[in-house]
C-alpha cells in the first residue's frame, strides 16, 4: 500500500486535532515536536485515526507508538488486514 | 451503535468550511455570543467541539462579551478523567445559549475537594457542582444473596453522596448535580443479577433509585447517566480499553452527547429550556396535503403504518401540553381547510383547544413564527418548530436562527423520536405552575378577545374581578421563584439571575424585604406571576434588587399595586426612600420606562442605557386598581386580609 495518500490524510487529521495548520507530517515527527501533544491528546488522535481509518489498535499497540512512522506502519498492517475501504471518504464527510 | 444518538442527528450537520469559520470569528472584535452559538449549533464531532469550547473559553478569558449567552460557573469533581470532555461541554453549552466557564480542580479529588472549605471548588464561587462520578467511585462491596449486607452497602454509597453534596452546600452554597450510576454491562450470574441482592447490578438500581428521591427532596439536580446510557446501550458506553489507557468513565464517541444532555441541564437551570411547540400540519401531524387529499385522504387512522407514525407525534405533543409546553399550528394552508381535520376528523387526538395560536395561511413561516411569539408575549427562542420540510427548515434557521428547528429523517417513524431526542424541554423541577401553564395562554387569549369587545380597559379590568395576593418569599414558593428569576426576561428590570439556595438566604435574611404575586381572576388562577426582592442600602433606604412580572399579566396594573405594597411595608419599616435600577438587556426593552410611569424620579444615567431612580416613600400613593386585595404572612401589623 503506498504511504503517500495516508501522509496526506494524517496530516488533516492532525491539523484537526491539534487545530494547528502548520504542522509537517512526517516520519519522525513525534510528541516532542509538537506544542500541546500530552498524553490526553495522543489518546484523541489515536481515536481520530482510528474512525477515519475504520481500524482499531489494540491496547498494547497504542502503548507501543513512538512517532508518525511507527502509527503509518500500523494503519498499513491494519488496514491490509481490514475489509473494509483502504482509503476512507474526506475527513469533513467521514461521519 | 444508534446515529441518532451519538451523532445528534436532530442537528444539522457542520458546514465544511467549520474550521475556517471559527478561526474569522475568533480573530474578529464583533459580538461573539450569536456567532458562537451559530457554529454551536449544528452537530459536531469531538474534535470540533474541543475547537470551539476553546474559542470560547478564551475569548471569555481575553474578557470579550458572549452575550446573550448567559454566564454559568460550574465546578467539576470526578473520579474519571475528563479533561477531554470540558472543552466539549463548553462548546454544547453555547449550544444551548450557556456562556459556560469549567472550573476543574485535581484529578479524583472529590471528597477534598466537597468538604475543605477553602479547596479549589468551595472557594471559586462556583453556580453549581457537578459530581461527574461513574460507580466505580463509590464505596461498594458485592454481598451475593445477603439482603441485609446489600441494604448497608447502598446506605453507606448515599451517605457518601451526602456528605459530599452537605460538604458542597456548607461551603459554597452552590446547586449540586449528581450523576446517576450506569451499570456496566457484565454480569455475573446473568438475568439473575436484576434480583439478587448484593450483585453490581442490584446494587446500583437502588442505588440510582435512592439518590433520585434524595434529590426530589433536597432540589438538587439528577442528571441521569444511567438512563442516557441505557439508550444508547451499556456496551457502547463502557469502554475497557478507554478506562485502561486514561481513565476515561465512557466511551469517546458519545461526549458530544453526553456534553449536550448536560448543557440541556445548564439551560434549564438557567431557565433557558424551550417553552412551545409550533408543528406544521401536512406530512407532520398527519400523513398527505389536506387541500389535496382531504378529510378522508389523509392519513391518521390506527391500523394503518403512516397514520400511526404522525399519530404518534400528535400523542407526544399532547404529553407534552401536559406538562406545561405550549402547543401552536404554522402551515401553509387555508385557514377553514387546515382546522377541518382538528373539528371532523374521529382519530385526530389534537383538538383545537390544546392549541393555543391557530396560524394557517400563505404567509412565510418565519413571520408566522414571529407572530405566534408575540401573540404569547414570548421570546422567539422559546420556539420549536416541527416541521418535515427541509425548505422551511432551512429558511427559518436562516431568518430566524433563535428558534429550534429539528432535522428529521425521511421516514415519519422516527419523527417523535427524534423530537423527544433533542431534549428542547429539559426541566430540572416541576411545580403547579407548569400544570397549568398552557390553560394560562388559551386564558389569554380568550382574554383578548373580552379586551376587544369592552369599550374601556378599566371597565374590562372590572370585568376581570381580579384578587391580588402578596406574600414574602416562603418553602413552598421557593421552586417557582427561583424559576421565575432565572427565566424571565422581557418584564425584568435587572435580570439577576438567583440559585434557590441565594433565593433561600434572601428568604431568611431579616434584613432583605421579599414579596411573591399571585393573581387570579374569573378565567382562572394565574398562579405565582411577579416577584420583588429589597435589599438595605443606606440607611432607611431599600435598593430595588429584582423586580420582575410575567408577561402574561401586562396591561393589568399589577405593578401598580405591587408598588403600593412595597410602600404600605416600606413605611412600617422605617424606610424613607426606595432606589431602582433599570438594566438594560436586549430583551427588557418593555421596562425601560418602568420607573418613569410609577412615579420615580430619574437620578442618573449612563451610557450603557442603565438608569437610577428614587422614590421618597412619603407621599407617594400610586394609583390604585380595581382588583382584591390579600397580603399575608407578613409581620401581623402589616397583614391585610378583606372582609
Known amino acids: 500500500m503506498d504511504e503517500a495518500p495516508i501522509y496526506a490524510r494524517l496530516t488533516e487529521i492532525f491539523h484537526d486535532v491539534f487545530d494547528e495548520d502548520s504542522i509537517r507530517v512526517t516520519p519522525v515527527l513525534s510528541a516532542h515536536d509538537v506544542d500541546g501533544w500530552d498524553s490526553l491528546t495522543h489518546i484523541r ?4 485515526v482510528e474512525k477515519a481509518f475504520k481500524i482499531k489498535f489494540t491496547t498494547s499497540e497504542i502503548g507501543k507508538l513512538e512517532n508518525v512512522g511507527d502509527l503509518v506502519a500500523l494503519i498499513k498492517t491494519r488496514a491490509s488486514r481490514s475489509t473494509l475501504g483502504i482509503l476512507p471518504a474526506p475527513l ?4 | 451503535m444508534n446515529s441518532l444518538y451519538s451523532e445528534l442527528q436532530w442537528l444539522p450537520r457542520p458546514k465544511p468550511d467549520f474550521s475556517e469559520s471559527l ?24 474534535n470540533q467541539l474541543t475547537k470551539l469550547g476553546k474559542a470560547v473559553s478564551k475569548a471569555r478569558k481575553e474578557g470579550k462579551s458572549l452575550d446573550p449567552l448567559v454566564p454559568l460557573r460550574l465546578a467539576v469533581l470526578s473520579n474519571s478523567t475528563i479533561d477531554m470532555t470540558l472543552p466539549a461541554l463548553v462548546a454544547s453549552a453555547a449550544r444551548h ?13 472529590i471528597a477534598q475537594e466537597a468538604l475543605t472549605p477553602g479547596s479549589t471548588v468551595n472557594s471559586s464561587n462556583p453556580d453549581a457542582v457537578l459530581l461527574a462520578m461513574d460507580y466505580r467511585a463509590l464505596p461498594l462491596k458485592l454481598s451475593l444473596g445477603n439482603a441485609e449486607a446489600a441494604s448497608a452497602t447502598v446506605q453507606g454509597a448515599l451517605g457518601y453522596l451526602q456528605t459530599l453534596r452537605n460538604g458542597i452546600k456548607a461551603n459554597s452554597n452552590a446547586v449540586c448535580i449528581f450523576q446517576s450510576f450506569a451499570p456496566p454491562p457484565e ?7 436484576r434480583a439478587l441482592p448484593g450483585t453490581l447490578r442490584y446494587l446500583l438500581d437502588e442505588i440510582n433509585r435512592e439518590l433520585a428521591a434524595m434529590i426530589r427532596a433536597s432540589g ?6 444511567a438512563f442516557l446510557a441505557e439508550t444508547v446501550g451499556l456496551a457502547e458506553w463502557h469502554n475497557p480499553q478507554l478506562w485502561n489507557l486514561g481513565k476515561f468513565a465512557f466511551s469517546d464517541e458519545l461526549i458530544p452527547l453526553y456534553g449536550d444532555h448536560l448543557a440541556r441541564i445548564l439551560a434549564a437551570i438557567r431557565g433557558k429550556s424551550r417553552k412551545v411547540l409550533v408543528l406544521d400540519l401536512d406530512n407532520t401531524i398527519w400523513g398527505g396535503v389536506i387541500g389535496d387529499d382531504g378529510l378522508e385522504g389523509i392519513k391518521i387512522a390506527q391500523g394503518d403504518a403512516r397514520g400511526e407514525a404522525h399519530l404518534a407525534v400528535q400523542r407526544l405533543a399532547l404529553d407534552l401540553a401536559s406538562r406545561g409546553i405550549v402547543l401552536a399550528i404554522s402551515s401553509k394552508n387555508t385557514d377553514e381547510v387546515a382546522r377541518e381535520p382538528f373539528l371532523k376528523h374521529p382519530e385526530m387526538l389534537l383538538r383545537l383547544d390544546h392549541i393555543a395560536v391557530f396560524q394557517a395561511n400563505w404567509n412565510d413561516k418565519a413571520s408566522n413564527l414571529k407572530a405566534i411569539a408575540e401573540e404569547l408575549s414570548l421570546g422567539i427562542d422559546s420556539l420549536v418548530l416541527l416541521d418535515d420540510n427541509p425548505v422551511e427548515r432551512g429558511l427559518v434557521r436562516k431568518l430566524l436562527p433563535q428558534v429550534a428547528v429539528p432535522e428529521l429523517p425521511e421516514d415519519p417513524a422516527y419523527y417523535a423520536r427524534t423530537l423527544a431526542a433533542a431534549g428542547y424541554f429539559e426541566a430540572v423541577a416541576f411545580v403547579d405552575e407548569d400544570l397549568k401553564r398552557a390553560g394560562f395562554y388559551q386564558d389569554n387569549a380568550r382574554r383578548a378577545d373580552l379586551l376587544k369587545q369592552m369599550s374601556g380597559v378599566d371597565a374590562y379590568l372590572e370585568s376581570l374581578e381580579m384578587t391580588i395576593t402578596f406574600l414574602p418569599f416562603d418553602g413552598p414558593g421557593r421552586a417557582r421563584i427561583t424559576q421565575l428569576i432565572n427565566k424571565s426576561n422581557q418584564y425584568n428590570l435587572t435580570t439577576r439571575r438567583y440559585t434557590e439556595p441565594e433565593v433561600e438566604e434572601a428568604e431568611h435574611d431579616p434584613n432583605v424585604f421579599t414579596l411573591q404575586v399571585r393573581l387570579a381572576d374569573t378565567f382562572g388562577d394565574n398562579g405565582m406571576i411577579s416577584v420583588v426582592i429589597c435589599r438595605p442600602g443606606e440607611p432607611e433606604v431599600w435598593e430595588i434588587d429584582t423586580w420582575l412580572m410575567s408577561c402574561r399579566v401586562l396591561g393589568r396594573k399589577v405593578e401598580h399595586m405591587v408598588l403600593r405594597e412595597i410602600l404600605q411595608h416600606a413605611r412600617s419599616a422605617g424606610i424613607r426612600k426606595l432606589k431602582g435600577v433599570y ?5 427588557n426593552k418593555l421596562v425601560v420606562d418602568h420607573y418613569a410611569k410609577l412615579g420615580f424620579t430619574k437620578v442618573a444615567e449612563e451610557e450603557s442605557g442603565l438608569t437610577f431612580w428614587e422614590l421618597l416613600v412619603e407621599g407617594a400613593y400610586p394609583e390604585s386598581a380595581p382588583m382584591k386585595l390579600v397580603s399575608q404572612g407578613f409581620a401581623a401589623a402589616a397583614e391585610r386580609v378583606p372582609a
Not at chain 2, 97 to 109: K, R, T
Not at chain 2, 187 to 193: N, P, Y
Open chain 2, 220 to 225: 438538587d439536580v439528577l442528571f441521569d447517566v
Open chain 2, 23 to 46: 478561526k474569522a470569528l475568533a480573530a474578529s472584535d464583533d459580538s461573539l455570543g450569536p456567532e458562537m452559538r451559530a457554529l454551536a449549533s449544528y452537530a459536531l464531532d469531538l
Open chain 2, 583 to 587: 438594566r438594560p438587556t436586549d430583551r
Open chain 2, 187 to 193: 454480569s455475573l450470574f446473568g438475568s439473575l443479577d
Open chain 1, 45 to 48: 488522535l489515536i481515536l481520530t
Open chain 2, 97 to 109: 445559549g450557556i456562556a459556560l466557564e469549567v472550573i476543574q480542580p485535581s484529578y479524583d479529588q
Open chain 1, 92 to 95: 469533513e464527510n467521514s461521519r
